[in-house]
C-alpha cells in the first residue's frame, strides 16, 4: 500500500476497502463495526441522546491532543451536557489527496485511546477522499448516541433564578494551545489543551445530585458565548464574578498580549452548570475528587434582573456586561 | 447580513447563532431542533440502526438533485438497507468562506424537502467555516438513526445459496448525470440522478416478505463492488446475467464513448437485494407498484461455486468474473 491517501481510497472499490480494513477496523476493532453493513444495529431502551460535530481544527497536533482526541471528546461531551451516558460514535472522515498513512495511524489510535478513556464504540464510519487543494489535510465528524438515566432533566432552557452557576476549572487552555502552535505565533509556554472526556466528572455530579438544571461545555466563543446562550433559552439573568473564574497563567499572560478576553477563548474540557445552589456544595465537592474538576468552583448565580444578559462583577468592582463573541476570534479552534 | 459566509458565522458567537437561526431553524423547524441543547433527547426502544456518511460530491447540483438532497437520501437508504424506519438525522455543514449564503438556503431547502419525503426529522447539528481555499465550498455530513421492525434480520453476512438476487432499476444514472455536469465533458442527454429516498420501498418489499437476507445499495464502486461485498462477507459465490441488469440508453452509450463499464457506475437510489427465491416474485411484483422500483427484476441467484467471487454471464453466452473496482472511475461522487 501507497504510503500517502489516494483519490482511489475514496472509490468505494478495492483500495477503500483495503484502507478499511488495514487502518481502521484494525485499532477501532468490536464486532458492531466489523459487520461491515451500511449501518450498525444495536439495542436501545429509554430516553436517548443523539449530538453531531463537525472538526475543522489546525494544527491537526498541538500540546494536550489531535484532531482524532477533539473528535471524540467534543461528542462525548454534548452527550454528557444532556446527562447522557455516551455509547456509541460513528466517525467519518473527509481526507485530502496526499495526506501520510502514518498521520492517518497515529490520529486514528488516538480516537481509540480516547474512546477507551470514554467507554464509547465506534461502531460506523465513512471515508471520502478529496483532490489536493479542494480540503485542508483532515476533517473529522463524529455522531453519537447517549442513553440518559431515569429521573435527569437537564437543558439549556431550565435554569431558574437562584441557581448556582458553576465552572468545573480555567478557562482559555485549548485556544491559547492552539494558537501558540500556528505558525508565527510561538510563546515560551508548555501549556497544553485541556481537551478531555467529561462523562465521568458529569457522571459523579449526578451521583450526588439530580438538581443539575443546565449543563453546557464553553468551547468555540468561550465561556461568555456559552453564558449568555443560557441566559437567552432559560429568559434569565446571569451574574458572575470575574476574581472567582480561574485562569492559568500562561493563558493570561497571551491574552494580555495579544488583546483577547480569556471569556472568550475555547475550552474543550471544561463545563458550565447551572444547579440548585442548595446542593452546590455537594456538587463541586464531587467534582473536585475527579482529575477533570479539581478547581471546580461557584463562579456566579442566576438572577431575576436583566433576563437574557450575562453581567460580570469585575475585579475593580464595577460591572460590566459580558456580551455574545462578534467576529472571529480564532479561527478553526475545533 | 452579508450575503456570504464569513469566518465568524463559525465562530460559535454571535453571527454563528444568526446563521443557525435565520438559515437552519427556520426552514427544519421541529421542537426537537428548536430546543438547541447540545444533544437532542428523544425515546426509543428496541433494535436501532444507526449510520453515518459525509458528502463530497462535485458539483454541488447536479441534474436530478443536489448536495442536499444526497446527503439525505444517501444516510436514508443507509439504514433503510438494514430493514431500519429512518426516524432522526443529523446535519453537520464544513462550509468554505465566501460560499453564498442563496446557495447555502437553497440546498437546506433541498434537504427539509427530502426529509419531508422520507419522513425523517433534522435534530442535531453543527455548523463550521473553513478559510477560503480550504475546503472546496460545502461538505455535508449526516448521521441518522432508524428503528428495525420485530423480526427482520438484514445483513450483508447472510446470503444463502439459493437466494436470488434481485435489482430496483437500471443502473449508472447518478455517476453518468454527475459527470455530464462536469467541466467539459457535456454529453447531450438529459440524463438525471436516481438520487431518491429508499425507505417506502423497503417498506413494501418487508410487507410482503420477511425473507430478505441482504439489501445494500450499490452507490460508490457501482453494482460490481456491491456485489463483491456480499459474495465477500456472506462467503457465497454470486452469478448474474448481463442481460437481466436495466441499463438506460444515454447511460450505455456514455459509458462507451468513455471506456466505462456501466457496473462501476455509481447510483444513488437503487438497491440490490438477496432474497428467497420462493418469495422473489412477490417482492419483485411490490417492487414494482413503487415509484423507486418500477423496473425492479431477478438479476441473478447466490450459488455455493466459486465463494467470494461474482462470475457474470455476458451478452455473447460467455462468463467472467466480476471484480471489485480498482482505482477510481469519478473521485467526488458522492
Given at each position: ?71 471524540v471528546c467534543g461528542t462525548v461531551n454534548d452527550l454528557s451536557m444532556a446527562g447522557a451516558v455516551p455509547k456509541y460514535l460513528s466517525l467519518s472522515l473527509i481526507i485530502e489527496e496526499g495526506f501520510p498513512l502514518l498521520k ?12 477507551e478513556e470514554a467507554r464509547v464504540v465506534i461502531v460506523a464510519g465513512d471515508t471520502k477522499v478529496v483532490n489536493r487543494g479542494c480540503a485542508d489535510k483532515l476533517f473529522i465528524n463524529t455522531a453519537g448516541i ?189
Amino acid at each position: 500500500m501507497e504510503d500517502k491517501i489516494l483519490l482511489a481510497h475514496g472509490s468505494g472499490g478495492k483500495l477503500s476497502h483495503d484502507l478499511v480494513k488495514d487502518y481502521l477496523l484494525g485499532p477501532l476493532r468490536n464486532p458492531l463495526l466489523e459487520a461491515m453493513d451500511d449501518s450498525a444495529t444495536f439495542e436501545l431502551f429509554g430516553r436517548i441522546a443523539f449530538t453531531t460535530d463537525s472538526y475543522v481544527v489546525t494544527p491537526l497536533f498541538f500540546p494536550g491532543g489531535d484532531i482524532g482526541k477533539l473528535a471524540v471528546c467534543g461528542t462525548v461531551n454534548d452527550l454528557s451536557m444532556a446527562g447522557a451516558v455516551p455509547k456509541y460514535l460513528s466517525l467519518s472522515l473527509i481526507i485530502e489527496e496526499g495526506f501520510p498513512l502514518l498521520k492517518l495511524n497515529k490520529i486514528i489510535d488516538s480516537i481509540q485511546k480516547t474512546a477507551e478513556e470514554a467507554r464509547v464504540v465506534i461502531v460506523a464510519g465513512d471515508t471520502k477522499v478529496v483532490n489536493r487543494g479542494c480540503a485542508d489535510k483532515l476533517f473529522i465528524n463524529t455522531a453519537g448516541i447517549g442513553v440518559i438515566p431515569k429521573g435527569i432533566t437537564i437543558s439549556a432552557a431550565t435554569a431558574k433564578v437562584g441557581d448556582s452557576v458553576i465552572l468545573s476549572g480555567p478557562i482559555g487552555d485549548h485556544g491559547i494551545a492552539l494558537l501558540s502552535q500556528r505558525e508565527g505565533l510561538a510563546f515560551e509556554t508548555t501549556l497544553a489543551s485541556d481537551c478531555a472526556p467529561l462523562n465521568t466528572l458529569v457522571g459523579d455530579m449526578l451521583t450526588v445530585s439530580h438538581k443539575i438544571n443546565c449543563l453546557r461545555d464553553p468551547t468555540r466563543g468561550g465561556l461568555a458565548s456559552t453564558l449568555n446562550e443560557l441566559a437567552g433559552q432559560s429568559r434569565v439573568g446571569i451574574a458572575i464574578e470575574e476574581e472567582k473564574i480561574p485562569v492559568n497563567e500562561p493563558v493570561r499572560a497571551a491574552c494580555e498580549l495579544l488583546g483577547f478576553d480569556p471569556l472568550y477563548v475555547a475550552n474543550e474540557g471544561k463545563l458550565v452548570g447551572v444547579v440548585a445552589s442548595g446542593d452546590a456544595e455537594k456538587i463541586i465537592d464531587s467534582m473536585k475528587k475527579n482529575r477533570y474538576g479539581s478547581s471546580a468552583a461557584v463562579i456566579g448565580a442566576v438572577v431575576a434582573d436583566h433576563p437574557g444578559k450575562v453581567v460580570m462583577k469585575t475585579r475593580l468592582g464595577t460591572t460590566r456586561i459580558v456580551d455574545m463573541l462578534t467576529g472571529e476570534l480564532l479561527p478553526r479552534i475545533c
